[in-house]
């Protein structure tokens, strides 16, 4: 069974930098598409980046385009985002989730494994 656990949330200042990581196991983790998600306050789950199996293609949600890289290590079975400058508005908890496919898509629907999320804090 395929489990993700996110780790390297906190509290930054805006215009700060975090790097969030997603550990994979249960499964070959090239096989799958890999994806981050937040959801803040009062908000609903929304895509944030996405990256295909071999990492070479990814998305990103016009909201973080130009400041978070979603990256991947497919020898360590690990999955990253790097979120530069940061705003108040990307607090949130963060979660990663994996898609038995290859592509990069921002469809909450096809993403089959879930990790429990990580929470980030953007103080203004």
């Known amino acids: 069974q395929v489990q993700l656990i996110e780790s390297g949330g906190g509290l930054v200042p805006t215009g700060g930098s975090l790097r969030v990581s997603c550990a994979f196991s249960g499964g070959a983790f090239s096989d799958y598409g890999m994806g981050w998600f937040r959801q803040g306050p009062g908000k609903e789950r929304g895509f944030v980046a996405g990256i295909s199996h071999r990492g070479i293609s990814t998305g990103y949600a016009d909201s973080v385009k130009g400041r978070f890289i979603i990256t991947r290590d497919n020898t360590k079975g690990t999955l990253y985002l790097q979120m530069n400058s940061l705003k108040p508005e990307d607090t949130a908890v963060y979660y990663c989730?994996?898609?038995?496919?290859?592509?990069?898509?921002?469809?909450?629907?096809?993403?089959?494994?879930w990790g429990q999320g990580t929470q980030v804090t953007v103080s203004s």
């Open positions: 989730a994996a898609r038995n496919g290859p592509g990069v898509t921002s469809t909450i629907s096809t993403y089959n494994y």
